[in-house]
Nanobody, 120 residues
Framework: QVQLVESGGGSVQPGGSLRLSCVAS????????IGWYREVQGKERELVAT???????KYGASAWGRFTISKDNAQNTAYLQMNNLKPDDTAVYYC??????????????WGQGTQVTVSS
């Protein structure tokens, strides 16, 4: 069974940095794409960044120039480096991946979410 587990959230002052990690666990899985969305209560979940072997990287407007997504294929892990954080970045960040296994085919998965709070 495939699972996505996020880590690295927390509280930081404006202008600070955080790095989120997302590990995909399971047997014989292939990550087609993996990335991050974020959600603020009362608002729609929005794209932060994704990376795939076919389409490369894609960033939401809020992430451009400040966030960088990367992937370690050997570790089935994605990273989101967030710099120059602003209070508007406060949200729950969810890892999501389109992951293939022989038994399930390609399925979209979501992690449990990790809270990021930017406040002075």
């Amino acid at each position: 069974q495939v699972q996505l587990v996020e880590s690295g959230g927390g509280s930081v002052q404006p202008g600070g940095s955080l790095r989120l990690s997302c590990v995909a666990s399971g047997n014989a899985l292939i990550i087609n794409s993996i990335g991050w969305y974020r959600e603020v209560q009362g608002k729609e979940r929005e794209l932060v960044a994704t990376v795939s072997g076919v389409l490369g990287t894609k960033y939401g407007a809020s992430a451009w120039g400040r966030f960088t997504i990367s992937k370690d294929n050997a570790q089935n892990t994605a990273y989101l480096q967030m710099n120059n954080l602003k209070p508007d970045d406060t949200a729950v960040y969810y890892c999501t991946g389109n992951i293939y296994t022989r038994s399930t085919g390609s399925v979209d998965y979501w992690g449990q979410g990790t809270q990021v709070t930017v406040s002075s």
